[in-house]
Nanobody, 121 residues
Framework: QVQLVESGGGLVQAGGSLRLSCAAS????????MGWYRQAPGKQRELVAI???????NYGDSVKGRFTISKDNAKNTTYLQMNSLRPEDTAVYYC???????????????WGQGTQVTVSS
């Protein structure tokens, strides 16, 4: 079984920074993609940033230039550095990964439990 465990959320003032971490553990053959989505109250879940292994790194339009995603392949961990935070960044942030658990299986979607980020004005 695969688990995604997030950490690093919290309360910060506008203009501040936070760093989120997400570690994948369990039976992992390969990680095809790993990244972050967020969901604010009353809104749909949206892409924040994602690394598609060996292909590309993509960001949501609202965070480009402010957020940076990175990945430590040895630790199966992704990080989201969030700078110049705004009140509209307030949301629950979910770690996402597309993982193959064995060489003969197709990739499966996994989600973390979510971590709250609150930006005060």
């Amino acid at each position: 079984q695969v688990q995604l465990v997030e950490s690093g959320g919290g309360l910060v003032q506008a203009g501040g920074s936070l760093r989120l971490s997400c570690a994948a553990s369990g039976s992992i053959f390969s990680i095809n993609a790993m990244g972050w989505y967020r969901q604010a109250p009353g809104k749909q879940r949206e892409l924040v940033a994602i690394i598609i292994t060996g292909v590309s790194t993509n960001y949501g339009d609202s965070v480009k230039g402010r957020f940076t995603i990175s990945k430590d392949n040895a630790k199966n961990t992704t990080y989201l550095q969030m700078n110049s935070l705004r009140p509209e960044d307030t949301a629950v942030y979910y770690c996402y990964a597309l993982i193959r658990v064995r060489a003969t299986s197709g990739p499966l979607h996994y989600w973390g439990q979510g971590t709250q980020v609150t930006v005060s004005s």
